[in-house]
T-cell receptor
């Protein structure tokens, strides 16, 4: 089983739709969690950290479920500019224990 | 804004050549990293450094070496390039201590093709 697993997609959604991605992780000792966004042929950039209590940033909501060992990202009112690959990142302690998922591709269509 | 600059966006090299990938950051970050990104495999850590002249192996150090002679600069060296090292190479940096939020700041990447 991979340490961090994501559905690669692509998720093709119309503008204005709500879309959710999940990411599962295998190490129950994982300590911190992040969602990064990567545009085509560009570098990853932090979208948001994921806190135990869940957190929201505008149209984006991230949640953590420690019992089931997954994190989620919800995007409401999708925009064309949200089209990108979303990377799940899990830190199990120390720099060598930062694991990136392979990413979920989102395509928002007009 | 944090700026991480990688010297070359695209390189084409031949098998057996020595390859240098340079990375410079301007935010006085202590930690610097080299990753490679391949389809279906995600980002994998090659080496990282938490201080000048310090280096630690990541998950896939074989075939690579690094150099950190100055705080702002972290170089990745492929002593003898092979075709399986064709990849996107990403440099990243982060601060230490209380400034560290866990966020990594990436350069734009260097796409290396080894023929």
């Amino acid at each position: 089983r991979k340490e961090v697993e994501q559905d690669p997609g692509p998720f093709n959604v119309p503008e204005g739709a709500t879309v959710a991605f999940n990411c599962t992780y295998s190490n129950s000792a994982s300590q911190s969690f992040f969602w990064y966004r990567q545009d085509c042929r560009k570098e990853p950039k932090l979208l948001m950290s994921v806190y135990s209590s869940g957190n929201e940033d505008g149209r984006f909501t991230a949640q953590l479920n420690r019992a089931s060992q997954y994190i989620s990202l919800l995007i409401r009112d999708s925009k064309l500019s949200d089209s990108a690959t979303y990377l799940c990142v899990v830190n199990s302690g120390g720099y060598q224990k930062v694991t990136f998922g392979t990413g979920t591709k989102l395509q928002v269509i007009p | 804004d944090v700026k991480v600059t990688q010297s070359s966006r695209y390189l084409v090299k031949r098998t057996g050549e020595k390859v240098f990938l340079e990375c410079v950051q301007d935010m006085d970050h202590e930690n610097m990293f080299w990753y490679r990104q391949d389809p279906g495999l995600g980002l994998r850590l090659i080496y990282f450094s938490y201080d000048v002249k310090m280096k630690e192996k990541g998950d896939i150090p074989e075939g690579y070496s690094v150099s950190r002679e100055k705080k702002e600069r972290f170089s990745l060296i492929l002593e003898s390039a092979s075709t399986n090292q064709t990849s996107m190479y990403l440099c990243a940096s982060s601060p230490s201590g209380q400034s560290n939020t866990g966020e990594l700041f990436f350069g734009e990447g260097s796409r290396l093709t080894v023929l």
